[in-house]
């Protein structure tokens, strides 16, 4: 008796916080609950993390360079169109970047918004691909808590956006997320094509500085709303997780680039080499 008031219960306050979810949505791929994305993001933890190591235990690496070419440059096609479906819909059309508003009309630049809000939800479920490539080429050490966290989160929290916050400033960290990951997405895919094209890669270095780049700047935009006196922002729980996942990324990104670059870890074998004699000496 007791497990079933609590399930009514809980199904009573889920009934009551889904009814202020944005009716323009509702009906859109993934959207109806969030069960279907839970599933989805605790299949592709247990994969990556679990199943898919021990499978490819005693199996040799998956040779993926092709599909690697073709998967890198079409996230990079879909990150320019969406870059410029946020441009279109607000970000280039009116937006002040300050207090930027959710527009819930069904007017032709809130339905562009909402749509490519949700694209952009969409495509961080086609993201995982990355984790699941590293798997099957057996690139476990690639399997950080960064890299599976990252990849968790973002679907998990987008779903609760385009839920109930299809626009506003709180979409400013997918524009910019979006171009940061023609970028990076241009990197991988050149990389994919062999040592032909290293010569191409000389930028490698500044990836992770132009990821703390993109952490910085989320968080002094969305923190500009704590300083504003008036501000109608529909859904202001949003900007606070936002400004809460930039520091924590900001923190995260910094930790792997002292550790990756300050102490050397990532250095060329010759530099390596080198200091180490150094040390010898």
Avoid at 58 to 78: H, S
Avoid at 130 to 137: G, K, N
Wanted: aromatic share 20%; with cysteine; charged share 15%.
């Amino acid at each position: 008796m007791a497990i079933n008031e609590l399930t009514s219960r809980a199904v009573l306050l889920y009934d009551e916080w889904i009814k202020d979810a944005d009716p323009r949505t509702a009906d859109w791929p993934l959207m109806s609950s969030p069960l279907p994305q839970i599933l989805l993001i605790g299949a592709y933890i247990y994969f990556v993390t679990s199943l898919g190591p021990k499978l490819m235990e005693n199996r040799k690496p998956f040779d993926l360079k092709q599909i690697m070419i073709v998967y890198n440059f079409g996230i990079v096609a879909f990150s320019i169109y969406m870059c410029y479906e946020f441009l279109m819909a607000g970000w280039a059309t009116g937006y002040s970047f300050r207090c930027d508003i959710v527009d819930y009309t069904s007017s032709p630049k809130g339905l562009r918004m909402a749509w490519t809000c949700w694209l952009y939800y969409f495509s961080k479920f086609i993201e995982l691909l990355d984790t699941v490539f590293f798997v099957l080429r057996k690139k476990n050490s690639q399997i950080t808590f960064l890299h599976v966290y990252h990849h968790s989160i973002m679907p998990f929290t987008w779903w609760f956006g385009v839920k109930f916050a299809a626009g506003g400033l709180g979409t400013f960290h997918a524009l910019l997320n979006s171009i940061v990951h023609v970028i990076m997405y241009s990197y991988y895919g050149l990389s994919a094509m062999g040592p032909a094209y290293q010569k191409y890669l000389w930028w490698k270095k500044h990836m992770t500085t132009i990821q703390l780049a993109q952490f910085i700047l989320v968080t002094v935009h969305i923190s500009q709303f704590f300083f504003m006196k008036d501000c109608s922002y529909q859904y202001p729980v949003f900007l606070y997780i936002i400004c809460l996942y930039g520091c924590i990324f900001l923190l995260l990104f910094l930790n792997f680039w002292y550790h990756a670059y300050t102490k050397g870890q990532r250095l060329p074998k010759a530099v390596k080499n080198g200091l180490n004699k150094n040390k010898e000496q």
